[in-house]
Structures are given as structure tokens and as C-alpha cells.
């Protein structure tokens, strides 16, 4: 690497050297080469093209990275790190008020920043492409993070990144790095595939998924008693900091309520995506802050986990099924980062997979009922929303029946809607077109998800479920 690359490593982000696979990844871009980074939750992807972005401006003095990523609170963290560093970064997504946003379209045109994040929806946004085109230099380096999202067939298919090949050659081929922590063989050939490339023009650079120190177990469970006492022995056998995962809130509070009757309540904590953005913040940073002797337990759903680097979780116990491996590697992940012994533990039950069936029906809606749920939207005389009044005008069910949630979720992948930042109020932005919707594409993904349940069970009955899980991402 050149030293001045060194030299940011160094004073911006006090490290004194790269891992060996961050490393030749960033030696790759800085020579103006792609690259598919499939590397670990926790493992550095994101320095592979943050370093770069801030060499390459030191380099040129001209053009940005443009960082494409779906996760707007994880994008807002990773700008607050990096200006920490004195990185001249910004983010730009629907949280951010007409006046901000124009301001910051504007700072951009002029070249202020060195890295831009955005979700992919953006690309839609006329003011957006007109800042972009004005980019002293353009753009140098395209990032597109949580890369899984391009493929339909994927865990978490995000409609708007299949428009990123395109956008692509729109910006005139910048060198390009995607990065995910979980990819089949499949998922990377679509990627490349979507971005126009292949795996010559974007080898692979993955380090093996297999992490010793992470002990894993699978461990047949008959009632919640059973689930309670399983819990608490890992507890109290890993002192020290873990997460215990839950499909639904409801079995989470029940359960917090079951274990607090036999254990110390204050060292219980519970964080789902329900709660206040406030009681977020509090509930995360005694998280991040716990120290070993706090034995701290956090209960939590899957809203819980992304952007948290501690690197000292003990253990990680699901006390559900979850819905997919990619979901199961990437929860497990989170555990043991300082690369001392966890223990990653699944309590399973055959009970607990009818909740993830029917997860799999919420989370494709029929066509019509996203057209439903967007005519009535569009008619609404009031600007924002939440999921509450969709579900009162569309299902007329309790809360328990999340369809009108995922139509949400799924609208809002088609830029159908947006959210406010405010309480987890939407906003509609365009109709849906009937061309958006293909019924027989959504009866296939519906499929798909039943066949990665399928797996997920699979993994349950394997002997070994490490190797199980080696053999079905293919890096090994």
C-alpha cells in the first residue's frame, strides 16, 4: 500500500494494521480493481472501503465513494463514527427534512464530502442525480453494502438494488466493491451478475465463516419451562455479557417475566423494534457499556444485533427457530469478536416452527392486497402514518397479524413509501404501478423462504452444525 494509505490508517483510524484479507481487498480498489468482499459480521468490511474512500480524496483531491446501503440507523452510525475520525462523510435518506436534504444535495455537487451514504431508493430522486452528476471528479468508488439485498432469491431481496448495474454504467463504471456477510454461490453470482460483472472482473475475498472459538449446539427443548432452565444454565456456565433471541415480542415478554423469577430482574434487558427510539438508545448503550461481572442478558428480537461491535459477548442463545441460516450465522456472529470462547446455543423446538411458517406468509403479501394497501394510502387526506391505521383500513385484525407490517416493509422496498424518522411513520411518495408486481414472482419468493426454512431445520438434525453451515455457504 502507498503510505499515505498508511498514514490514514493510522492518525484517522488508529489502527496500526490491516487484517491480511482487508488488506489485499484494499490494495485491489486502490488499484482501481472490483471486488466481492463475503467477510463476517464484526470482521472490518466496512474499513475495505472507507480507508479507500479517504486515500483516493487525499490522492485526487477530486470525486467521492458513494456508499449504497439499505439500513438507514446503521448508516447514521457508521457517519457519526466516521466524522469522530475527521472523514468528511454524510448521509442522505427520507429522516432528513427537505431544507437539510437540499443542503446537503448541494455540499455534494460541490465535492465537500468523501464519502456519501444512501439508501438504494435514492437513485429514483431526480435532485439526487442531478447533485451527483455535478461531482467534481464522480464518483471513484461505488460501495454497495449489504450486497445480498440485489438477489430475489436472498434472505432480504431490496427491489431497488437490481437498479444498480445500470446505475452503474450511468456513472461510468466506477470501480466497484460489494460486500455482505452472508452469500450462497447463488447470491454472488447474482450480485455479479446485477452489477454487470463477473468473476473475473470481481473475485472473491472471503475468510472462512468457520470461527473456532464459537462453540455451537443444538439443543432439543420441550416446554418453556424446559427453555427457561436451558437458558439460565448457559447464563451462569458463560458469565459475562450475551443475547438471548426471540421470534415474536410477545414470547419475549413472557419470557422476560418467567426468567426474572428466577434470576436477579436487573440483570435483564429487553430491546425490540416496538420500543420508543429513546428507550433504544438507553437500552443499547447499557448493552454496549456492560461489563463482564454485570452478567447482563439481553432479550431481544432481530431488531437487535446490527452495528453492535462489542467484542466481548459470551453467548448468543436462540430461543426460537430462526427463520433462515443466513439470519442463524449472522445473530451468532455477534458473539465472541476478542476471539475467546462463546457459546452459540439453539433451543429448538418443533413447536417454534410454525411461528417462522407464518412469518414467511406475512412477509409476502399478495399483490392485491399491496395494491390495497397503496390505493389507500395514496387516498389518504393526511401526510404521514404508521402501521397501525394500514392495518385498521386493510385487515381490521388484532396486532398480532403483521401483514399490514410487511406490506409496509414491502412498499417501502419499492419506494412506494418512505419513513418520516419520526416514531415509525411512513410517508407515501408514488402509487404502485400493477408492472412492479409479478404474482408469480411473489408466489416464488414466498417458496423460497420455505425452502431456507427448510435448511434452517436441517441444520437442527445435522450432527455437526458447523459443518453444516460450511458446507452451505460454500467458502470452504
Not at 90 to 101: D, G, Q
Request: net charge neutral.
Amino acid at each position: 500500500m502507498t503510505q499515505s494509505v498508511d498514514t490514514i490508517l493510522k492518525e484517522r483510524f488508529s489502527l496500526d494494521a490491516l487484517y491480511p484479507i482487508q488488506q489485499r481487498v484494499i490494495d485491489r480498489v486502490m488499484n482501481n480493481q472490483n471486488a466481492l468482499v463475503v467477510l463476517p459480521t464484526g470482521s472490518g468490511k466496512s474499513l475495505c472501503y472507507q480507508l479507500p474512500a479517504a486515500a483516493m480524496k487525499t490522492r485526487r483531491d477530486k470525486g467521492i465513494t458513494l456508499v449504497f446501503s439499505p439500513l438507514i440507523a446503521l448508516m447514521e452510525d457508521q457517519v457519526y463514527a466516521l466524522k469522530k475520525r475527521g472523514i468528511k462523510a454524510a448521509y442522505i435518506n427520507s429522516t432528513l427534512s427537505r431544507e437539510k436534504r437540499t443542503q446537503r444535495y448541494e455540499s455534494l455537487a460541490q465535492g465537500k464530502y468523501e464519502l456519501v451514504y444512501v439508501t438504494p431508493e435514492r437513485m429514483d430522486k431526480p435532485e439526487f442525480i442531478d447533485a451527483l452528476s455535478r461531482v467534481p471528479g464522480g464518483v471513484h468508488l461505488l460501495a454497495v453494502d449489504e450486497a445480498h439485498c440485489i438477489t430475489k432469491w436472498g434472505h432480504d431481496f431490496r427491489p431497488a438494488y437490481q437498479m444498480v448495474g445500470e446505475f452503474r454504467s450511468f456513472m461510468g463504471s466506477p470501480t466497484t466493491i460489494a460486500l455482505t456477510a452472508t452469500a450462497t454461490r447463488r447470491v454472488r453470482d447474482d450480485i455479479r451478475t446485477t452489477l454487470g460483472l463477473d468473476d473475473q472482473t470481481m473475485p472473491l475475498f472471503a475468510s472462512g465463516i468457520d470461527r473456532p472459538n464459537l462453540e455451537l449446539g443444538i439443543v432439543p427443548v420441550w416446554d418453556e419451562n424446559d427453555k427457561v432452565k436451558r437458558i439460565l444454565e448457559t447464563a451462569q456456565a458463560d458469565p459475562g455479557t450475551g443475547i438471548v433471541y426471540f421470534s415474536l415480542i410477545k414470547d419475549l415478554e413472557r419470557f422476560a417475566d418467567l426468567l426474572s423469577q428466577q434470576t436477579d430482574r436487573d440483570r435483564l434487558a429487553i430491546y425490540h423494534g416496538k420500543l420508543d427510539p429513546r428507550q433504544k438508545k438507553r437500552i443499547y448503550q447499557r448493552f454496549v457499556d456492560a461489563q463482564p461481572s454485570d452478567g447482563l442478558m439481553m432479550l431481544a428480537t432481530n431488531a437487535f444485533g446490527m452495528g453492535v461491535d462489542k467484542p466481548d459477548i459470551r453467548f448468543v442463545v436462540h430461543a426460537q427457530l430462526p427463520g433462515s441460516v443466513e439470519a442463524y450465522y449472522q445473530e451468532i456472529g455477534r458473539a465472541g469478536r476478542d476471539g475467546k470462547p462463546s457459546v452459540c446455543s439453539l433451543l429448538y423446538s418443533q413447536d417454534d416452527l410454525a411461528i417462522q411458517q407464518q412469518f414467511v406468509n406475512w412477509m409476502n403479501p399478495s399483490a392485491d392486497l399491496l395494491m390495497q394497501a397503496s390505493t389507500y394510502l395514496q387516498r389518504c387526506n393526511h401526510s404521514d402514518f404508521d402501521v397501525d391505521e394500514l392495518r385498521e383500513a386493510i385487515i381490521h385484525k388484532n396486532r398480532g397479524d403483521r401483514r399490514a407490517e410487511y406490506c409496509l416493509i414491502t412498499l417501502a422496498k419499492y419506494g412506494v413509501v418512505e419513513p418520516t424518522g419520526m416514531n415509525d411513520r411512513y410517508r407515501f411518495v408514488k402509487p404502485l404501478r400493477d408492472e412492479d408486481l409479478d404474482p408469480a414472482q411473489i408466489d416464488a419468493k414466498q417458496k423460497a423462504d420455505l425452502m431456507r426454512l427448510l435448511e434452517m431445520v436441517k441444520l437442527t438434525q445435522s450432527p455437526d452444525p458447523r459443518d453444516f453451515v460450511l458446507d452451505y455457504f460454500e467458502l470452504d
